[in-house]
């Protein structure tokens, strides 16, 4: 359980967000993240997050698919139980291709995507907090942690100045827990500076 | 990447109308929270009626055998496959419109991609029923799958293309499956957030794995998507390569022939845009979706069709003249006297003219956007390429060499009818629930290109900032604080 607080300023507009998101982060503000309901590019690379590396996950799953084919395969028909099948060499690689395409295709889809739901925190059941309803919808919202020395309220004045639409102060939840998304219920008590959001 | 804008004014709009982020959440999510019409009742009843009865064919074949079919002593292979191999060409059209034309930088993907993944998906499923249940002892289905057994082990032949198959028809359903379900998943969180009651909060919550629309996850969202559309791409042609080795690697006359992976490949393009003109000229007329899927759309995919269906023109045309050229007895008479001519000469002609002549009438732009001719048009398509795969199977297999081994002449039994349509009912159940509870059009992808190639954006277009987000980076990096 890791709750924190939050400002958060909610744009109706990417070309407004972006060099919003350039002077929070000049002014030494520290975003804790952007939420989008759709993928700004250029976004990643303003708030300095470097390139994601799960494409290289998935060149490391091909190559296991790869290898469990072919070993697989020249195992079992090489090794384990040769069959003389039109008096054509057990090792018949070129009448392996496709399988082991087909397998190195299925290893890299089926890991890249356990792994990029790893990554993300995606399952089903799996809850988060959720700074505005219209995050996904028309929002773009961009959430500032709060340090000891952060100045809640000057923080806000700035959103303000930058564009803004609308403002709150939250404390949230960073992390993910079970539950479903019909129910209030958070597994920490809501403070009483909290905003609730929407 | 830049955040300049530039946009071909060339080009037409991809979104219609006067439209803001909010305006295009309405717009699809509408249909998923208002009562179905009553046409799609009707629809879905109708649906599920001839399901029952697929289904009632498959028990009358389970519980008696094969048997139930009139497949003879030398067509083994009669309408079953002949179904497999045309639900499997149209399961190519929506991985090849998500995956080949995302690398290809098509804009006009983002109105029919979602749909068309999930055509495929339920399209892969009707095709996998066929060959399954073709085993007879369907029971013993799982003796394909090589696993460690008390038989010996007896282990499957590796070298043989019905194995090549499974791996290929089951690895495309996955993968086809993965791409589709991470693609909805940023727009199941959209119909989550504004969801008024409490199942449908509950239930799209569960569904959409808890997706908030952080920066980071878009990042490795984009990642996923662009990489699982680089493994499609090889994988979705070598899938139907795959389905003409089945052929192609046999010693029959009319299948022995190097020319069938890609003209199988362009077949099912063929056939998989027919499909979704089918679909999606039904579906924006009644979920009212104009704005989305545009006669631009449809146009565009009229044109790969009038191209794929030369393509396989021209692959029959070959075909004829290689066997001529090759003077082999057997496989000029297959051509010969057993296509063009003899009792299943009528199917040659019908699928000559479904899938050859009449998709030139397409060179025509008027004709390319006419709506009402476009869903004539991939009906005929899709009975052309049915009839395809017919002419294939039955009149290479009908006459074997030894004129005492020719069946007679092979018509399907009510049951071999009823599975098929049986196939129909499971692919429209399938879809009608989708359009019902799906979002059918990628709402995230719009938004994102609503902006570039939106109609009322597109008059306003310039230069937005003179900053590039990549030479920011550069300043920003170790400026941080924390």
């Known amino acids: 359980m890791d709750i924190r607080k939050f400002v958060v300023g909610c744009y109706d507009d990417e070309e407004v967000l972006f060099p919003a998101v350039k002077k929070v982060r000049r002014a030494g503000y520290k975003i804790h993240d952007v939420y989008t309901p759709f993928a700004v590019h250029g976004l990643d690379k303003a708030l300095g997050y470097r390139e994601t590396r799960l494409h290289t996950a998935g060149f490391i799953y091909a190559l296991m698919g790869l290898t469990t084919a072919l070993s697989g395969i020249s195992w079992i028909l090489a090794k384990d139980w040769p069959l003389n099948i039109g008096g054509k060499p057990h090792f018949a690689l070129p009448a392996w291709i496709p399988i082991m395409f087909e397998l190195t295709v299925l290893f890299s889809a089926v890991g890249m995507t356990l792994t990029f739901c790893y990554l993300c925190n995606l399952a089903p059941f799996v809850k988060k907090h959720h700074f505005h309803p219209r995050a996904t919808d028309d929002l773009f919202v961009m959430v500032i942690e709060c340090t000891t020395k952060t100045n809640v309220q000057e923080a806000q004045n700035f959103l303000a100045s930058t564009g803004a639409k609308e403002i709150n102060v939250q404390m949230a939840e960073v992390g993910w827990w079970l539950g479903t998304y019909d129910k209030d219920r958070k597994i920490f008590e809501v403070g009483k500076e909290a905003a609730v959001s929407a | 990447m830049s955040l300049k804008k530039y946009e071909s004014f060339v080009r037409e709009p991809l979104v219609d109308g006067d439209k803001n982020y909010h305006q295009v959440t309405e717009d699809i999510v509408h249909t998923i929270e208002t009562k179905p019409t009553r046409l ?60 080949i034309l995302l690398l290809f930088r098509q804009g006009w993907r983002t109105g029919v991609n979602r749909a068309a993944e999930a055509m495929t998906i339920f399209a892969v499923m009707c095709a996998g029923q066929f060959p399954i249940w073709h085993m007879g002892r369907v029971w013993l289905a799982f003796f394909v799958m090589p696993y460690p057994n008390t038989r010996g082990p007896l282990w499957v032949n590796f070298n043989s293309p019905l194995l090549w198959d499974v791996f290929a028809i089951s690895t495309y359903f996955t993968v086809s499956l993965l791409f589709w379900y991470s693609g909805l998943i940023p727009d199941l969180a959209t119909i989550r957030d504004r969801a008024k009651t409490k199942l449908r909060k509950m239930l799209y919550g569960i569904v959409s794995f808890g997706w908030t629309g952080s920066i980071k996850h ?116 297959a051509f010969f006297k057993y296509r063009l001519a003899g009792p299943y000469g009528w199917s040659y002609w019908l699928m000559m003219t479904c899938n050859v002549v009449s998709p030139q009438l397409f060179w025509f732009k008027k004709l390319r956007r006419n709506i009402e001719f476009t869903f004539i048009m991939s009906v005929v398509v899709n009975i052309g390429m049915w009839f395809e795969r017919f002419v294939i199977i039955v009149t290479s297999l009908f006459r074997d060499y030894l004129p005492s081994a020719w069946s007679l002449y092979y018509r399907p039994s009510i049951y071999e009818i009823g599975f098929y349509i049986g196939s129909l009912g499971l692919f429209f159940t399938c879809y009608f629930l989708f359009s019902k509870y799906f979002p059918v059009i990628a709402i995230a992808e719009i938004k994102h290109v609503l902006k570039t190639s939106g109609e009322s954006y597109k008059a306003k277009m310039d230069k937005l900032e003179e900053e590039e987000p990549d030479q920011f980076f550069h300043e920003m990096v170790g400026a941080d604080h924390h």
């Not at chain 2, 028990?59 to 003879?72: A, D, F, H």
């Not at chain 2, 179904?83 to 499997?88: A, E, G, K, P």
């Open chain 2, 218 to 333: 878009w990042q490795r969202h984009e990642s996923l998507a662009l990489v699982l559309a680089g493994l499609s791409t090889p994988l979705v042609l070598s899938v139907h390569t795959i389905v003409s080795f089945d052929f192609a690697t046999s010693v029959v006359p009319g299948w022995h022939t190097t020319i069938f992976p890609p003209y199988f490949v362009a077949g099912a393009i063929f056939s998989g845009f027919a499909m979704v003109q089918t679909l999606m000229v039904v579906t924006r007329r009644v979920m009212n979706l104009q704005d989305y899927i545009t006669i631009g759309h449809i146009e565009a995919m009229n044109k790969v069709i009038v191209l794929t269906g030369s393509i396989v023109g021209c692959a029959y045309l070959t075909e004829l003249f290689i066997a001529w050229y090759g003077a082999n007895q057997y496989e000029s008479d």
């Open chain 2, 40 to 99: 799609w009742y009707i629809g879905f009843t109708v649906s599920v009626l001839l399901l029952l009865f697929g289904a009632y064919a498959v028990y009358r074949e389970v519980t008696y055998g094969i048997g139930q079919w009139n497949l003879g002593r030398t067509v083994g292979w009669g309408w079953d496959i002949t179904n497999f191999v045309w639900w499997v060409g149209i399961g190519h059209a929506g991985t090849l419109i998500s995956a």
